[in-house]
C-alpha cells in the first residue's frame, strides 16, 4: 500500500532529519550560536561509529554511550574556549551572529581536516540492515531504531525543558538573555551547557545515521544546510517546532519522491520551507522578534 | 610594489634554494599530482587515485629511479588537495607549472578536473593521461589540447557494455523488455542516463521506470520501492559512491527480484563486497578487472602491501598503467623534454598492468567497462581490448 | 554604510587602472590568482552593495552564480549559443530570479533571510539539475571559447568597477539616503514614509544580475560546468565570510577583505598541502579573534588611535 509506505518511509526519515537538527536548536535557540560546524559534528559521530565497528565490533548503540560524554566535554571545551570569548564581546545579537558565522565555518574546516587524517574514504559499513515489515511496509531495522532513539531523545529532551528547573531556565535564556540574567540565571553557564547538550545529541545523531547512510568526512555541509533549514522552519529555539518542522519534511519528502518525482523531493522540500516562511516569517512556532 | 617585493623576495629564495640544494637539483624528476583529499570527490580519490599515485613513486624510487638517458634520476613528489573545487585546482595547476616547475603531472581525478586544466598543462607541454575522464568529445578535446590523452573509454562505451548484457539477457530470456532506470542528478549521471535512454530504445528496450535522485538523497527507499514496483527485471543506476552503497541497501532490504542489478561507481570498490559479503554476489558495475592476469595480480599485491589498502577492482588499474606509461614514455625519449615525451607516448605503445598500451589520436581504448562481483571478486565481464571476460551471471536473490 | 566622497572615487578610479595593468606584469600564476581577487571581490562588493546598508546576510550568492554558470555551459554546448548572448541573458534572469526573492523575502528578518536564501539557493540547485536531467538531457556542458585569464581578469575587472560605480552612484542619491536610514533603524524609516520593500528589492536584483554575470565569465576557465560545483553552497559562504572579513559597513570593506584572504590561502596551500584545510580553518579563527569588525574596523579604529595620539 503506497500511503502506508510513505508514512512509514516519511516518518522514518523525520527521525534522522530530527537527529540532524535537535542539537543544532539547541545551540542557536540558547547560546545563540549559529553554528555551521553542526555537520562535521555529526560526521564525527559517524566516524567513531564507524571506526569502533570496523575495527573493534563494537556496536554503533554501545558507540553512543562513548560518544556522549566525548562529544558534550568537547563541545563545552569549544564553547567555553572559542564562542564564550565572542559572546561577551560582542555588542548586539547581530553581531554575535555575524562571528559565530564566521568562527564555526573556520571549525568546521579545522574538525574536516582533523576527520580526513583519521580516514580519508567512504565510511562504509552496515549495521541492523535487516529488513522488517511495519504495518505491510518494508523497511530497515536501522532507520526504526534511529527514529526511536530520535523519539526518545526528543521526549527527553521535552521533559527536560518544560518539568525542570533546569530546563526552565534553559528556555527562559532562549526567550531572553537579559531577561533570564535578571533574574539571577547564570546565562553563561547555561549556553555552555546547551551548547554542549546541543553537540552531544548531534553527534549521537551522526552515529547512528552512519548505520544506514554511507558518510565520509567532507558531506557534513550538506548536513548542516539539513539542519539549519528545519531550524529556521520550526521556529527558532522551539523543540516542537524543529520535531514538526523534521516530520513535515520528511513526510513531503518521500511523498514527492514516491507519487512525483525523486528528483524533485529536495526542491519541494525547500519549496515547503520558502511557503511556510513566506506566510509565518518566524517559522512554525517562532516568536516575532523584536 | 608588491609584485617587486614579491619578486626581490622569490628570487633570493630561488637563490638560496639552489645553493642549498646544489647538485641535488639536477638529480630529482619533479612530479606534480593535484587531487581531492577532501571535498566531494575524496571519497574516490583516496581509493583509486592516490595509493597508485604512492605505490608508483615508491616503487620507482626503490629501484634507484628513472633512468633518463643514462642518468639515475629519482622521484620528487609534489602533490597538492584541490578540495574538489575547479578553482582551486586550476590556481594549484598554475602553481605546479610556473613556481614549482615540475617536469611532468599526474592527470587528475574526475572529468571536470581534466577539462579545466587541460589549457594550463598544454600550455606548459605537460603530457596528461587521463584515467577519470569519461567523456564522448574525446575527439573535440584533443584537437584542442593535443597534450590530453585518454585511458577509459568514452560515455557510449561506458553505456554500451551494459546495454549489450541487456541486449544478451533478453536474448536468452531472463530478462523481458522492461528496464528499471535512476540515475543521481549530477554532471556525469545525467549525462549517461541521457545516452541510456537512446541506446536503450534503439534496442527496442521499454524504461518502466525512469528517476533521476539529487546527490546526497539520504532515503532512496521510495526509489529502490517504485522500481521494485514497475516489475522490470532489470535495474540499472547511474550511481556515485554514497548512492551506490546506499542502492544496494535498499535492494537488499526490499528484496529486488531482478536478474540483472547495475550500479556505476564505486560498484567496484573493495568496500563493496566489504560492507555487504555475499548479499550483492552477481551484483554488476562499472569497470571490472582481470584478477587472474599475472601482471594485474603482481600490482594488486604490491598495491596491498606498499600502500596497505585494496585496489579498486577498475581505474586502479588503469591508473597505474597510466603512470606506466609516463615512466616509460621518460626513459624510451631519454629527456626530460616534456615535447619529445608527449610525442613518444603518442608513437609507441607500452608494457603495462593493462596489458599493450598505445594511443591512437590520443586514445587508448583498453579498458572494462562492466564488472561482476563473482564470489567476493569483481571480474570485468565487457570491456574493450581486454582479455578475461567471465560470463555475467543472473542476480539470485539478495542472502 | 557612510556616504561615499568623491575623494574615494578618485582612489578607486586610480586603484582600478592600477588593477588593469596587472596582467601585463605579472606571471602566469600571480595573473590567475588575480582572476581569483577579482572573482571575489566583484561578488562581494554586490553582496555588500545589498547586505551593507540593509544588514541583511544573503547566502543566495551561488544560486545566481550557478544560474550564470549554467546558463553559459547549456546555450553555448547543447544550442550552439554565443558566450556574449548567453553571458547577457544569464545576467538578466539572475536580475529576474533575485527580484522575485526579494518580493518574496520582504517579510523575513535576520536569520530567517539568511537561511531562506540558501534554502533558495538549494532548491534553484535542485531544479537546475531536475530540468535538466529530465528536459534538455545532456553529453556535459562543455564551454570551449579562445578567452585566457587576461581576458577574463578584464572582465571580472569591469564587473567589479560596474559594481562600485553603481555603489558609489546609490549612496549619494536619494535612494542611498534611504538605505542608510533603513540601516540605521528599518522601523524609523517605514514610519517616515520610505518604501523599505522596493528599496530592498531594487538592490536585491542588482546583486543578482552581477553574482551571475560573474557565474557567466567564470564558465569558460571551468570549460566544463556540473550543477554541483557552479551551484555550490561553499560559494555564498565563502563571499559573505570574505566580505564581512574586509567589513561590510564600506563599499570598498570587500577589497581588503579578499586580497588578505586569497592571500592567506595561498600561503597555507603551499606550506601546507598535506593538512591545508586543518591550517585554513585555524587561519579563520585567529583571523575572526583579532580582526572583530573586519579589516575596515581595524583601520577605522587605527585612524582613530592614531588621531587620538595627536
Known sequence: ?????????????????????????????????????????????????????????????????????????????????????????????????????????????????????????????????????????????????????????????????????????????????????????????????????????????????????????????????????????????EIRGAIIAAIILGIVETTVATLVDPGLTLAAAYFIFVLILLFRPQGLFGRRNT | MFTRTLRKLATVATAMALFASGVQAADVIKIGAIAPKTGGLAGGAVVTQWPNVELWVNQVNARGGLDVGGKMMQIELIEYDDKTNPGEHIKLAQRLATQDKVDFIVAPYGTGFNIATAPIYGKFGYPMIAVSAITDKMEELTQRYPNLFFTLGTTTAFVQGVTEILVEQRAAGTIGNEVAMVNVADAFGIELADRARELFAAEGFDIVYDKSYPLGTPDLSPVMKGAKESGAKAFIAWSYPPDSFGLAEQAIIEDLDVNVYYSAVATSFPAFSGVYGSKINNVLGAGGTNVDDPAIAAYRAAHSEITGKTADYWASANTYAALQILEQAIVGAATLDRDTVTQYIKDNSFDTVMGDLSFKNNFSDTFWSVGQWQDGVFRGVKGSNVEGAVDVRLKDGWK | MKASTVQELIIAAILAFLAALWPLVVDIYWLGIGVDVMMYVALATSWVLFSGPTHYISLATAAFFGIGGFLVGSGMSDYEASFWSMAALSACVGAVLAALIGLATLRLSGVYFVIFTLGLAEMIRNLVSWIQNNFLGSRGLYVFTDFTDKHLYWMLLGVAVAVYLLGWIISRSRLGFALRIIGGDETVARHVGIDTA??????????????????????????????????????????????????????????????????????????????????????????????????????EQLRIWSRTLK
Open chain 1, 1 to 237: 500500500m503506497q500511503i502506508i509506505d510513505i508514512l512509514i518511509s516519511g516518518l522514518l526519515l523525520s527521525g534522522t532529519y530530527a537527529l540532524v537538527a535537535m542539537g543544532l536548536n539547541l545551540q542557536y535557540g540558547v547560546a545563540r550560536i549559529m553554528n555551521l560546524a553542526n555537520g562535521e559534528v555529526l560526521v564525527f559521530g559517524s566516524l567513531a561509529a564507524f571506526w569502533l565497528y570496523t575495527s573493534s565490533q563494537i556496536s554503533p548503540l554501545l558507540t553512543i554511550l562513548i560518544v556522549i560524554p566525548i562529544s558534550f566535554i568537547g563541545n563545552l571545551l569549544i564553547y567555553n574556549l572559542l564562542l564564550a570569548p565572542l559572546v561577551r564581546r560582542s555588542k548586539s545579537r547581530g553581531a554575535l551572529e555575524v562571528d559565530s558565522i564566521l568562527a564555526t565555518f573556520g571549525m568546521s574546516f579545522i574538525l574536516i581536516g582533523i576527520m580526513t587524517s583519521i580516514e580519508g574514504g567512504f565510511f562504509a559499513y552496515k549495521y541492523l540492515s535487516e529488513p522488517i515489515q511495519i504495518l505491510g511496509s518494508t523497511t530497515s531495522l536501522s532507520r526504526l531504531v534511529a527514529f526511536l532513539i530520535a523519539t526518545l531523545i526528543a521526549l527527553v529532551l521535552y521533559l527536560w525543558l518544560n518539568k525542570t528547573r533546569s530546563g526552565v531556565a534553559v528556555r527562559a535564556v532562549s526567550v531572553s538573555t537579559e531577561a533570564a540574567g535578571l533574574v539571577g540565571i547564570n546565562v553563561p553557564r547555561l549556553s555552555a551547557v546547551a551548547f554542549a547538550i546541543g553537540g552531544a545529541i548531534t553527534a549521537v545523531g551522526g552515529a547512528l545515521i552512519s548505520t544506514f547512510i554511507t558518510l565520509d568526512a567532507s558531506i557534513g555541509v550538506v548536513f548542516t544546510l539539513k539542519a539549519l533549514i528545519i531550524v529556521i522552519m520550526g521556529g527558532v529555539g
Open chain 3, 198 to 299: 522596493t528599496v530592498k528589492v531594487i538592490l536585491f536584483t542588482t546583486t543578482g544580475f552581477f553574482a551571475a554575470l560573474v557565474g557567466a565569465i567564470i564558465a569558460p576557465r571551468w570549460s566544463y560546468i556540473e550543477p554541483n560545483q557552479v551551484f555550490s553552497p561553499q560559494l555564498s559562504f565563502f563571499v559573505v565570510i570574505m566580505a564581512l572579513l574586509g567589513g561590510a559597513g564600506r563599499l570598498w570593506g570587500p577589497v581588503v577583505g579578499v586580497i588578505p584572504f586569497l592571500l592567506i590561502w595561498n600561503w597555507v596551500d603551499t606550506n601546507f598541502p598535506n593538512q591545508s584545510i586543518l591550517v585554513l580553518g585555524i587561519a579563520f579563527l585567529v583571523i575572526v579573534y583579532f580582526l572583530p569588525h573586519g579589516v575596515v574596523g581595524r583601520l
